[in-house]
Nanobody, 121 residues
Framework: QVQLVESGGGLVQAGGSLRVACAAS????????MAWFRQAPGKDRDFVAA????????DYTDSVKGRCIISRDNAQNRVYLQMNSLKPEDTAVYYC??????????????WGEGTKVTASS
């Protein structure tokens, strides 16, 4: 089993920057794709960004393209989301998730508990 713990959330003024981190422990899967999702109050959990196991390919939802960068350090079992030019609509709980290579046919994805990001106007 892999455990994910997010950190780095907090309160920041609109226009500011924040980096959230996700630490993996347990049977870590360096080949697992990793992703960030977010859930604003009263809304569904939405995809934000993803990165392949080797870090060579990334993907972003349109609303964060050009403002956010997802990265990973497999030696440290860490995934990061650098968020710049934050907007009030970025306010949400940010969740880290891991997707094993054969997902969804094989082992299921796994999630962290989330870290709260608040961008004040």
């Amino acid at each position: 089993q892999v455990q994910l713990v997010e950190s780095g959330g907090g309160l920041v003024q609109a226009g500011g920057s924040l980096r959230v981190a996700c630490a993996a422990s347990g049977r870590t899967g360096h080949r697992d794709a990793m992703a960030w999702f977010r859930q604003a109050p009263g809304k569904d959990r939405d995809f934000v960004a993803a990165i392949t196991g080797d870090g060579s390919i990334t993907d972003y939802t349109d609303s964060v393209k050009g403002r956010c960068i997802i990265s990973r350090d497999n030696a440290q079992n860490r995934v990061y989301l650098q968020m710049n030019s934050l907007k009030p609509e970025d306010t949400a709980v940010y969740y880290c998730a891991g997707f094993p290579p054969k997902w969804p046919r094989g082992p299921s994805e796994y999630w962290g508990e989330g870290t709260k990001v608040t961008a004040s106007s």
